[in-house]
């Protein structure tokens, strides 16, 4: 099993930024792919951003694009959402999410084997 922690979400004003942290325990793997999903009220999940094991390998939706990156670092477990000029649209609850091998359908939440809880993130206009 793996376990799939978020934090970092918060209030922030439109035009701030936040960071995300995924921390990941239990089982892990070593050729995984890690992503983030948003999901709005009244809203499906829909797909962030996503990163391979190794880093080369990064995907972004085109509503992000340019304002969020996806960096992890394989040796703390640990998965980031970096988070610029946000705007209202932003809001919701992000979840971080893990397959178990590789992927290359990372847009899509059944690709994904484990997710975190999710957390908040509410951007005022």
């Known amino acids: 099993q793996v376990q799939l922690v978020e934090s970092g979400g918060g209030l922030v004003q439109a035009g701030g930024s936040l960071r995300l942290s995924c921390a990941a325990s239990?089982?892990?793997?070593?050729?995984?792919?890690m992503g983030w999903f948003r999901q709005a009220p009244g809203n499906e999940r829909e797909f962030v951003a996503a990163?391979?094991?190794?880093?080369?390998?990064?995907y972004y939706a085109d509503s992000v694009l340019g304002r969020f990156t996806i960096p992890r670092d394989n040796a703390k477990n640990t998965v980031y959402l970096q988070m610029n000029r946000l705007q209202p649209e932003d809001t919701a609850v992000y979840y971080c999410?893990?397959?178990?091998?590789?992927?290359?359908?990372?847009?899509?939440?059944?690709?994904?084997?484990?997710w975190g809880q999710g957390t908040q993130v509410t951007v005022s206009s």
């Open positions: 239990g089982r892990t793997f070593s050729n995984n792919v």
């Open positions: 990163i391979n094991w190794r880093g080369s390998s990064t």
């Open positions: 999410a893990a397959t178990v091998g590789p992927s290359n359908k990372v847009t899509r939440p059944s690709s994904y084997d484990y």
